[in-house]
Structures are given as structure tokens and as C-alpha cells.
């Protein structure tokens, strides 16, 4: 096997259904560079691990899997991986997306290799809606949240979401280097991802370009820890990335940043009391903070359980409803 310019890292649990279509979107690229697929499986009971083998056993010129005996989780699948690629690039493509350009390589490899000070790219992406079975294409432009060009700074106005894993490729030089940070990458408790954060990081350290054009498929599965049908989830999943960026902001002395993500965790953990019904928590930032109407209802949901009866169901329907009518009017 070449040494590889470029690896593609995919992680993969339990994606039966999509797993196939990822791998040979990989093997599809049309390239002038070597380049390797390492899969990192982490033990799928679905058939996933069946598929992953066999594509390994057909091209293992190519393909390398990277696994164990028992299900490690996605922040220690992702590092182990990680590790295990050994190209001068790293691209991600997980288990339940695609490329849909088999020029992806080849089109971002060269851009990196003509610019030196740039340490990332990425693009627009097509997103898929499992439960629908919509695809919007061009997903940031039809939202009109199209990225400058060639920026460094991420967080602090929102722009921290305007980047997508599929789409990325990077420096493993900075890969390495950053995910070291055991807060960020290897706490186990931490429910939050770990693609957004080593982006932000990378985006601190070098220059980032994006190529305005659809590179990729995103998959929006129907449950995932990102996009889950429980209030309760993904409050902690909230909170767990807003604790990430929080961090990051004071680690980059972001003074502004520090400020936003503050107030930001301040909101996030009133929901994770109200969703929990965790009354001394509630209590403890009722008395530590400037309360809006929208606080009040989340205390006073969280200590009485009359009004916690009537509220869980009531707001929990009404965020349903809010997001059904979101995903109208994009498709």
C-alpha cells in the first residue's frame, strides 16, 4: 500500500442502511494521490460490521478497519481513528453520509497543496431528511447561510454551525496537535461532538477556505444524538457543546465570545432543570441570575409539579410543532 496523501475517516455504528452507499462513495474519488479509507467500527449489532468487513476483504489496498471487542463510544472511535490515519490530509465522511463529486479529493487536496497558511476547507453540502425523505440541495445558500471565503474565527455570531464534518478536510498536522486537549476529546461524560470544536480550533491557528458548491450529502437521521425526538436528550447535548465553546472562548480569549456563551449555558441549563425537574438547580439559578418571562415559566415548571404536569407536555408539543413547521417551509 502507497503511503497516502489523504485519509478519509469514517465512523460508523449501526448504519446498515447507508454504510454501503458511504464506503463506495469514498472509492469512487477520482484522484491523481494515493489515498486510504480508514473505518473505525465500533462494534454495530446491525449488520454494519458484516458490510464494513467485506468492503475491507475486497479492497485492502484501500480500505482499513479499525475496531475492537466491545463498543468504545463515539469521542474514543473517533480518536482511534484518527491516530490510525496516516495521510498529510485528513477528510471525514461518516457512516451515514456521502460525496456525491468524486472530484472531492482531489478538488480540496489541491488547494491545500497551493496554500500553505490554509489549514482547512470545506463546502456546501445537500441535506437529506430521513424522515421525510426531502433533500435540499445547496443546503447553506437555500438557508442563506453561506460562510466568507477564506475566514479564521468560527464562534461568537452563530457561525460555528456554518460548517459540516462531510464536507472537511484538514491538516492532520493540526489534528494532531489539538485533540490532545483531554477536556474537549476524551471526557467520556461529555455528550457533546467533537467535529465542531476541532474546527473552531483549527480555524485559530490557520486559515480556512470554502468552496462555495455542493460536495456532499448530509444525512438527518430520524434519531441521533444530535437530532433526537427527547427534549431531555438533547437539552444535555446542548448544554454539553455550549460548556465546549464556553471553554474554547476563554482558552482564545474570546472576551466577547465569553459573554455570548455564557448567557447562552445560563438559558441551556434553566432547560436542562426544567426537562430533569431538578428543583435545587432551578433554585440555585433563579437566586444567580436576571430571570426573562421565559425563565419564569421554566422555574416555575421545574419546582411545581401541577404546573409541571401541564407545562413538559404542553412545551414539549409546542417545540414539535415548531420544528415541523420549520422543515415546511425550507422543502
Known amino acids: 500500500m502507497q503511503e497516502p496523501l ?7 455504528y449501526n ?27 465500533d462494534c454495530s449489532t446491525d449488520g454494519t460490521r458484516e458490510i464494513v468487513f467485506d468492503s475491507a476483504k475486497k479492497h485492502p489496498d484501500i480500505i482499513r478497519v ?4 466491545k463498543n468504545v463510544g463515539m469521542k474514543a472511535n473517533s480518536y482511534r481513528t ?8 485528513i477528510a471525514w465522511c461518516e457512516g451515514d453520509d456521502c460525496w456525491h463529486r468524486d472530484n472531492k479529493l482531489q478538488l480540496q487536496a489541491e488547494y491545500l497543496e497551493a496554500h500553505s497558511d490554509c489549514g482547512l476547507v470545506h463546502s456546501d453540502h445537500d441535506r437529506f431528511f430521513a424522515d421525510t425523505g426531502k433533500t435540499i440541495k445547496l443546503f447553506f445558500c ?3 447561510n453561506v460562510p466568507p ?11 460555528i454551525y456554518n460548517i459540516l464534518t462531510c464536507t472537511v478536510m484538514a491538516r492532520k498536522q493540526y489534528v494532531d496537535a489539538i485533540t490532545v486537549d483531554q477536556f474537549v476529546y476524551h471526557d467520556p461524560q461529555r455528550i457533546g461532538g467533537t467535529d465542531i470544536p476541532l474546527f473552531i480550533e483549527i480555524s485559530m491557528r490557520s486559515k480556512t477556505h470554502y468552496f462555495n458548491e455542493s460536495l456532499a450529502t448530509y444525512t438527518v437521521l430520524r434519531e441521533s444524538a444530535s437530532n433526537t425526538k427527547s427534549e431531555k436528550k438533547k437539552a444535555h447535548f446542548v448544554k454539553s457543546n455550549l460548556e465546549t465553546y464556553l471553554y474554547l472562548a476563554k482558552k482564545y480569549n474570546g472576551k466577547n465570545e465569553v459573554k455570548h456563551f455564557e448567557h447562552r449555558l445560563q438559558r441551556a441549563n434553566q432547560w436542562v432543570a426544567f426537562w430533569d425537574k431538578n428543583e435545587k438547580t432551578a433554585l ?41 413547521y420549520s422543515r415546511l417551509l425550507k422543502g
Open 6 to 12: 489523504v485519509s478519509v475517516h469514517m465512523i460508523t
Open 15 to 41: 448504519h446498515a442502511p447507508y454504510i454501503a452507499q458511504a464506503i463506495e462513495c469514498v472509492l469512487a474519488q477520482q484522484t491523481d494521490f494515493p489515498f486510504e479509507l480508514v473505518i473505525g467500527e
Open 66 to 69: 479499525i475496531t475492537s471487542d
Open 82 to 89: 484518527t491516530q490510525a490515519c496516516r495521510g498529510k490530509y
Open 142 to 144: 437555500a438557508t442563506h
Open 149 to 159: 471565503p477564506d475566514f479564521n474565527v468560527f464562534f461568537g455570531w452563530g457561525g
Open 284 to 324: 440555585e439559578l433563579k437566586n444567580n441570575s436576571q430571570f426573562s418571562l421565559k425563565s419564569w415559566i421554566l422555574y416555575i415548571g421545574t419546582i411545581n409539579r401541577l404546573a409541571s404536569f401541564f407545562f413538559h407536555p404542553t412545551i414539549a408539543a409546542y417545540i414539535r410543532l415548531k420544528n415541523k
